[in-house]
């Protein structure tokens, strides 16, 4: 029996422009002379370098370790010599630069010792995460969550469902679609891997309806065990919440996670990276990139993690230049950078070129409620953004801030040209960092409060030794208490000079 579909609220139809590079096999982007690996690439904390400026490396070999349990470890993609750890343009908002690793290629791309893991189903879940971890797998469809986090969710709770998140739904990308096409085995294999480690009872692998070639392959693998289905493709389908109202029914909570409603939602590269891992052992060194928009050739290329991402675009016939700006991801959650230098890092699923034409003039709020009518997550984006304009940051919480998830349909449809998400990142930074200052006050009380209570304890032995001295009224107690006084140092003096007295080891050596 087929499993009912349901819906999410919003959402909008868009062209998809998928056709520009959907059409043809990826191909290999070739190694790098150098390559540029930042230690930041997942949500979590920066991994820690275990090798220094000089070392040589071989391809896959750990050069900076997991800093944390948020935390994954580094790989190199390639061996070489490590030329510098230092800070470079890596892909951020901010555009500033932040610590990397350089390899320094030597053109072999010889392989570090790497062990596979035969019989999967016999490995042990918690075993199976850990593997999953030691090999550096985050979210691949972009969001950059250590996969071994969620997965420990899996194990520590029930897991009714997991969905594996072939739903492309951003325009332009189609990096995930490539991957189904042409490695819908590792895909299949990867899957009831981490089903194995989650102990899931229902397997589900979802792709939207204009994927028919991925759903193709993906039907020639499965059996009774996954269930494989077609969504309608609306945007943002395949975000994580709207993926999971559409198959299950079921609303993650505000503020909650999947598994608060059973379920476990990875990414179909994540399944293939951990088939990667169990099988032969490999970590994340390399991902599927989509090159696209006012390039010559849009198509999909194998990059090896830290290449530029100049020169994927270069692959691609076509010189970045003033004329055009780059987006790395899609049109609508995508982040603009305008240095062609930054690397390409586990996060980055797409690189998009477009045209630089002028945005269009903000003007004020006319109330229509477009962008209500659009938002999947029922907020009212023109109420979050009056108090972001007025840093009423205590209102932007009491309407639910935290639950945008910056999917940009109510910017897309804002017909005064309003950048909404923008507004919405910069009070969920303003909250973020009020809640960090808090902290640290609170912190700082705490250290107060402890700093009083030993400078009371202190005060308090200070009365009790008066109060003895005190007690002492009458001249004959007091002189009492000096005599006993005197007496225990007169018997210090006498013990440390018996102490002296004794032959010391060298003496006894002399
Ligand atoms: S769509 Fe734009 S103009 Fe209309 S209510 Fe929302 S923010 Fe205001
Ligand atoms: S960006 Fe946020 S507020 Fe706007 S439509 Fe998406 S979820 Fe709703």
Request: some cysteine; hydrophobic content about 35%.
């Amino acid at each position: 029996m087929s499993r009912e579909l349901h819906t999410f609220p919003g959402g909008l139809q868009m062209p998809t422009y998928k056709a520009l590079s959907d059409q043809e096999m990826s191909i290999l982007q070739p190694i790098p002379e150098r390559l540029f690996l930042p230690l930041q690439q997942h949500i979590g904390i920066a991994s820690e370098p275990t090798v220094k400026i000089g070392d040589k490396v071989l391809k896959g070999q750990i050069i900076a370790r997991a800093n944390g349990y948020v935390s994954v470890p580094m790989h190199a993609s390639t061996s070489g010599k490590i030329v510098d750890i230092g800070d470079y343009p890596v892909p951020h908002p901010s555009e500033l630069k932040a610590p990397c690793i350089v390899i320094e290629a030597d053109g072999e791309d010889r392989l570090f010792d790497i062990k596979p893991t035969h019989e999967y189903h016999s490995v042990d879940p918690k075993l199976l995460q850990e593997l999953i971890k030691e090999c550096g797998i985050i979210g691949l469809g972009g969001a950059g969550f250590p996969a071994h986090v969620k997965l420990n969710e899996g194990v520590e709770n029930s897991v009714d469902t997991l969905i594996i998140n072939g739903v492309e739904c951003e325009p332009y990308i189609t990096c995930d679609d490539r991957l189904i096409q042409e490695k819908a085995n590792y895909i299949v294999a990867g899957t009831r891997m981490i089903r194995h480690a989650v102990q899931a009872k229902h397997c589900v692998i979802a792709v939207e309806d204009d994927m028919p070639a991925a759903y193709a392959e993906l039907e020639k693998l499965i059996d009774d065990d996954i269930e494989l289905l077609k969504i309608p493709t609306r945007y943002p389908a395949g975000g994580e919440k709207q993926l999971i109202q559409v198959l299950t029914g079921m609303e993650v909570p505000s503020g909650g996670l999947p598994i608060h409603v059973g379920v476990v939602i990875h990414n179909v590269a994540t399944a293939a990276a951990v088939y990667r891992a169990v099988t032969r052992g490999e970590p994340v060194i390399s991902r599927y990139v989509t090159v696209t928009g006012m390039v010559d050739k849009p198509r999909n290329l194998q990059v090896l993690l830290g290449t530029r991402v100049k020169d994927c675009i270069e692959a691609c016939n076509f010189d970045v230049d003033e004329n055009c700006q780059m987006i790395l991801g899609g049109p609508m959650m995508g982040m603009h950078v305008s240095n062609p230098h930054v690397p390409v890092i586990k996060t980055t699923n797409c690189i998009l070129v477009q045209e630089n034409t002028p945005r269009p003039p903000e003007m004020p709020c006319i109330r229509c409620g477009y962008c209500a009518d659009v938002c999947p997550v029922k907020l009212l984006p023109q109420q979050l953004y009056w108090h972001a304009k007025t840093d009423n940051m205590e209102a932007s919480q009491q309407y639910h801030i935290f639950d945008c998830i910056e999917c940009g349909c109510c910017s897309y449809v804002c017909p005064s040209n309003i950048p909404l998400v923008q507004y919405y990142r910069y009070s969920k930074s303003k909250i973020a960092a009020e809640e960090r200052r808090r902290d640290g006050a609170d912190h700082a009380h705490v250290r107060f409060l402890k700093r009083n209570s030993r400078l009371g304890k202190k005060l308090e032995n200070k009365k009790q030794e008066q109060q003895v001295l005190g007690n002492t009224d009458s001249t004959e107690n007091k002189q009492d208490y000096i005599a006993a006084a005197l007496e225990r140092t007169r018997l210090k003096r006498e013990e440390s000079k018996t102490q002296s007295r004794k032959p010391s080891t060298n003496d006894k050596d002399a």
